[in-house]
Nanobody
């Protein structure tokens, strides 16, 4: 059974950093697309960053502060978040299409205090 499991969230002060991890288990398939989304209270889920074999895209609000990356050997991908702002507070979700199906992590909370 394929699962995506996030880790690394928590509470951080504004200006601080966090690194989120998303471990993919239950498959040896290395998806060509990985992504991070977030959903703040009362708002819709939004794309934060997406990495494919040829492109990397970031939401305008996080450009220059967040970096998406992957470790293919571990089948794990990451979101390095720096210069965090209170408006980055949200539940963060990893996402990847694997063999024709979309998989999501369970979500992890990131809270940035001012």
């Amino acid at each position: 059974q394929v699962q995506l499991v996030e880790s690394g969230g928590g509470l951080v002060q504004a200006g601080g950093s966090l690194r989120l991890s998303c471990e993919i288990s239950g498959t040896n398939y290395r998806s060509p697309v990985i992504a991070w989304y977030r959903q703040a209270p009362g708002k819709e889920r939004e794309l934060v960053a997406m990495l494919t074999t040829t492109t990397v895209n970031y939401a305008d609000s996080v450009k220059g502060r967040f970096t998406i990356s992957r470790d293919k050997f571990k089948n794990t991908f990451y979101l390095q978040m720096s210069s965090l702002k209170p408006e980055d507070t949200a539940d963060y979700y990893c996402n990847s299409p694997i063999l024709g199906r979309q998989y999501w992590g369970q979500g992890i909370q990131v809270t940035v205090s001012s």
